[in-house]
T-cell receptor, first 112, second 111 residues
Framework: KNQVEQSPQSLIILEGKNCTLQ??????????LRWYKQDTGRGPVSLTI?????NTKSNGRYTATLDADTKQSSLHITASQLSDSASYIC???????????FGKGNQVVVIP | NAGVTQTPKFQVLKTGQSMTLQCAQD?????MSWYRQDPGMGLRLIHY???????DQGEVPNGYNVSRSTTEDFPLRLLSAAPSQTSVYFC??????????FGSGTRLTVV
């Protein structure tokens, strides 16, 4: 079973609307969690990083939350733009060996 | 500061051919790693290195070799290409195992 599960697998939203992506993980021990944005044909680019003690982190219109007790994270996109169309990958890093566990990504398509 | 540079961007190989995917970073990062990304699957770790002269296997190492003779370079070698190795390959680097920076990828097709 994958250590990082993301939902929904894909979604289509209207330009200007908000959406929330979910990430549940079982990685332990936990070091930090990152959200990456991957445009089609490009490498992943880091959006946010959150450590154990952080609950919320924002990067422009992107806001990530973390509940380390329930091992859940979310990425909220506010006032979506066409350029937000991408795959959003949740990555959880283990404490100690710094191994990365990748989710399969949330595929977001923003339509006008 | 170019970040992580991967070459080539695209490659087509015949089954049984060998080749090397190049990865170079100019950020003096200690950690470097190679991943493959296949449709419907998350990125999977092939090999990684925590410093020059040190390499180790990841989740899917079979059919691939790596070496790390310098901090900057981390080439990935396909010994005898197979159709199952058709994928998009990403190289990434990190200062100490955090904050990975990814290259733009190499799209490999084995026919």
């Amino acid at each position: 079973k994958n250590q990082v599960e993301q939902s929904p697998q894909s979604l289509i939203i209207l330009e200007g609307k908000n959406c929330t992506l979910q990430c549940n993980y079982t990685v332990s021990p936990f070091s930090n969690l990152r959200w990456y944005k991957q445009d089609t044909g490009r490498g992943p680019v880091s959006l946010t990083i959150m450590t154990f003690s952080e609950n919320t982190k924002s990067n422009g219109r992107y806001t990530a939350t973390l509940d380390a007790d329930t091992k859940q994270s979310s990425l909220h996109i506010t006032a979506s733009q066409l350029s937000d169309s991408a795959s959003y990958i949740c990555v959880v890093i283990s404490y100690g060996n710094n191994r990365l566990a990748f989710g399969k990504g949330n595929q977001v398509v923003v339509i006008p | 500061n170019a970040g992580v540079t991967q070459t080539p961007k695209f490659q087509v190989l015949k089954t049984g051919q060998s080749m090397t995917l190049q990865c170079a970073q100019d950020m003096n990062h200690e950690y470097m790693s190679w991943y493959r990304q296949d449709p419907g699957m998350g990125l999977r770790l092939i090999h990684y290195s925590v410093g020059a002269g040190i390499t180790d296997q990841g989740e899917v190492p079979n059919g691939y070799n790596v070496s790390r003779s310098t901090t900057e370079d981390f080439p990935l070698r396909l010994l005898s290409a197979a159709p199952s190795q058709t994928s998009v390959y990403f190289c990434a680097s990190s200062p100490q195992g955090h904050g990975y920076t990814f290259g733009s990828g190499t799209r490999l097709t084995v026919v």
